[in-house]
């Protein structure tokens, strides 16, 4: 059973930075692709970010392009998401999903499995 456990979440002035990360178990992830996705009151959830987690290659929404970073750590099986520049704009409950890589990790209904979430609030 695949579990994704997600941490880092808090609170933080605009312009401050957090790191999320994300403990992966139950399953090989090669074949996956890992994505962090966010969900603020009254709003449907967000694409923030994915990755290729044979590969690492990254891809980004374009509201955290250049701001975020993904990675991920092959040894620990754990998935990162560095937040720079925080606005409070990206006030949301961040989650953390898996799901076998299709090319379309953008979209929240390909994702098979999901973490808990963590929530992130950015103050003005």
């Known amino acids: 059973q695949v579990q994704l456990v997600e941490s880092g979440g808090g609170l933080v002035q605009a312009g401050g930075s957090l790191r999320l990360s994300c403990a992966a178990s139950g399953r090989p992830f090669t074949d996956y692709g890992m994505g962090w996705f966010r969900q603020a009151p009254g709003k449907e959830r967000e694409f923030v970010a994915a990755i290729a987690w044979m590969t690492g290659k990254p891809f980004y929404g374009d509201s955290v392009t250049g701001r975020f970073t993904i990675s991920r750590d092959n040894a620990e099986n754990t998935l990162f998401l560095q937040m720079n520049s925080l606005k409070p704009e990206d006030t949301a409950v961040y989650y953390c999903?898996?799901?076998?890589?299709?090319?379309?990790?953008?979209?929240?209904?390909?994702?098979?499995?999901w973490g808990q979430g963590t929530q992130v609030t950015v103050s003005s």
């Open positions: 999903a898996a799901a076998p890589w299709s090319g379309r990790q953008y979209l929240a209904k390909n994702y098979k499995y």
